[in-house]
């Protein structure tokens, strides 16, 4: 039998696979060419990464952008520590600790009592002493038995070192009743930057109930005040006084010009505060002071300054007759002298 002939590939089908093959062909060079980007875009990607890691300073994974917003967070966090640590070195220059002191019992003073004084005044020093605030044992026990810390408080001279800070000098080393603040200028006009300095000292340093701030020409009933002041030991955050008001005067030439009459309104009368002459804060409201000193807004008098930083707080204000010092009366707490 005749074979038969091999079957024929016709050029039809061959020539459909030449296109198949080009195909294959550009599609394995696309694959290279793509694995080679992505290789790239991978090296470039690495690299990237190491250089943030280096910059932040923080090494591993790619970092997320919540990632990154707390690396912001903790630099402006670290930013304030150190300016907090560098304000704390630079008190403590200053002599400023943070060991707050207790009675020699150990236990927690009651109040600490703030005498605002001045430079020739040690007449009204002088009567205080006897009449109310004793000295050396006398005022030790009156510490150590009532819990009661009386000191008076002064400045510096604007001359600093001068006859009139030696005078002090000489005064506190013979009766060590003094709370002499060394970086206040003793002066009319900053009376109440000096009632912002002593709570803020007075909290820094004795860790009191209270704190009282009271003039140098007050007669102050030690036994009256200790009991009154007991009875408000439940109040966390208590301001006591003689509660008042009054005019804002907005002329220059009046003694009790206020130079930030405008921002009072247009009746131009105070908010209610208590009266200079002697008031009571407890020792939440004095650390609150100690805290925020820095920006802590004076006026020209003590008494509405003190009664500003609490007024927009969580503040119980307490009008006590008996600390109308004015008006002495049965049971007082003060009186002018």
């Given at each position: 039998m ?19 093959l080009?195909v ?14 992505l ?13 943030l ?31 907090v ?11 400023f ?8 019992n150990?236990?927690r003073?009651?109040v ?13 020093r002088?009567?205080?002493?006897k009449?109310?605030?004793?000295t ?6 009156m510490e ?9 408080v002064?400045?510096r001279?604007a ?17 060590k ?6 970086t ?5 006009e900053?009376?109440?930057?000096k ?14 109930e ?24 439940d109040?966390?955050r ?8 009054g005019e ?7 003694k009790?010009?206020e ?8 009746k ?16 939440a ?11 802590l ?13 609490f007024?927009g ?21 003060c009186?002018?002298?």
């Open positions: 005749p074979s038969k002939a091999p079957p024929r590939v016709s050029g039809k089908v061959f020539r459909s696979r030449i296109p198949t080009l294959s062909m550009f599609a394995s060079f696309a694959s290279i060419y793509v694995a080679g980007r290789w790239q875009d991978s090296e470039n990607r690495v690299y990237l990464i190491k250089e890691d280096r910059i932040t300073g923080k090494g591993g994974s790619v970092i997320s952008v919540d990632d990154t917003l707390k690396i912001i967070a903790c630099r402006e966090q670290h930013k304030k520590l150190s300016a640590e560098m304000e704390l070195a630079a008190a403590k220059q200053e002599g600790s943070l060991k707050r002191s207790t009675l020699g150990g236990t003073p009651l600490v009592i703030g005498i605002f004084t001045k430079f020739g005044r040690k007449n009204n002088d009567a205080i002493r009449a109310w605030m004793g050396g044992s006398a005022l030790k026990n150590n038995q009532k819990g009661v810390i009386a000191r008076f002064i400045g001279s001359n600093r070192g001068d006859s009139l800070d030696i005078a002090i000098d000489n005064e506190n080393r013979q009766t009743d003094f709370l002499i603040l060394d206040h200028l003793e002066a009319p900053e009376f109440s930057k009632a912002k300095l002593f709570f803020a000292h007075g909290a820094d340093k004795w860790d009191a209270f704190y009282a701030k009271v003039n140098d020409d007050v007669y102050v009933n030690i036994d009256v005040l200790g009991a009154t002041l007991a009875t408000h030991l109040k966390p208590v301001y006591i006084g003689c509660m008042k008001s804002v005067f907005s002329e220059p030439s009046h009790w010009y130079p930030e009459w405008w921002k009072f309104g247009d131009k009368s105070y908010f209610r505060h208590a009266s200079a002459e002697m008031y009571v804060i407890s020792q409201l004095a650390k609150f002071v100690s805290i925020n000193r820095d920006i807004r004076t006026y020209a008098h003590d008494d509405v300054s003190v009664g500003s930083w007024i707080l969580d503040v119980k204000h307490l009008n006590d007759a008996k600390f109308c010092c004015s008006s002495w009366t049965g049971g007082a707490i009186a002018g002298v």
